[in-house]
């Protein structure tokens, strides 16, 4: 009888680099590829597995960075152990440079993470309308609009990048009316708080957003 979980993010035949580890044994082995972190993390949840390996070029990518991370910091993977897939084909623990610990937590866990700077060419969709995304966070957004954003306006955000499709409603906490240099047309600039969100997509976006700005 399985013992556990062990997922791999990676091509399937890395598992053969996975048999012989003690932390592996007697656990059922389920593989995504690197294009299939949403359904991972779903997966995740669900199974609390007992290891989540990753091949070493991954692993050091903002993508990876931020599994890892999330891993490490959140009470629900406190079972997991995280091992990495070098270049010689043998599962190692994580080195200390790629368990990353530079996003802040507050009191309340995990769930809320600071506002994290998008770069640009990120745009987002207000009620429809295109919106520069500006930064992010788990409990809102600060955006750049040329449609009408007024305080207390109710709106919908929908943020479209591969492989997310994420969706939140809110409300403009503030807005300022900016008239661009250059003969721009006239923008508002807002800040939204969301009363709902899509949380885990949401949560895995804010971290390699900030995994991407860490090593830039």
């Not at 931020?66 to 079972?79: E, K, T």
């Not at 449609?147 to 809110?170: D, F, M």
Request: net charge positive; aromatic share 4%.
């Amino acid at each position: 009888m399985a013992d556990g979980v062990t997922l791999l993010i990676g091509p399937k035949a890395l598992a053969a680099s996975l048999a012989q580890h003690p932390d592996t044994r007697n656990t059922d082995l389920v593989v995504f590829t690197e294009d299939q972190v949403r359904q991972a993390v779903e997966q995740m949840l669900r199974e609390r597995p007992r290891v989540v390996a990753l091949p070493e070029k991954f692993a050091q990518s903002p993508r990876g960075t931020a599994l890892a991370h999330r891993i490490a910091v959140d009470a629900q993977f406190a079972g997991t152990r995280v091992l990495m897939i070098n270049a010689q084909g043998a599962a190692v623990p994580l080195p200390s440079g790629v368990r990353s610990t530079w996003l802040p937590l507050d009191a309340s866990g995990t769930r809320r993470v600071p506002r994290i700077p998008i770069r640009p060419g990120i745009d987002v969709q207000i009620d429809g309308a295109t919106a520069a995304l500006v930064d992010l966070s788990t409990l809102g957004a600060q955006v750049v609009s040329t449609s009408v954003l007024k305080p207390r306006q109710r709106v919908r955000l929908i943020l479209a990048v591969e492989p997310y499709l994420i969706r939140a409603v809110g409300t403009v906490a503030w807005a300022l009316f900016e008239i661009p240099k250059g003969g721009l047309p006239p923008q508002y600039r807002a800040g939204l708080e969301f009363s709902s969100a899509d949380p885990e997509p949401l949560l895995q976006f804010c971290l390699e957003q900030a995994a991407e700005a860490s090593k830039s």
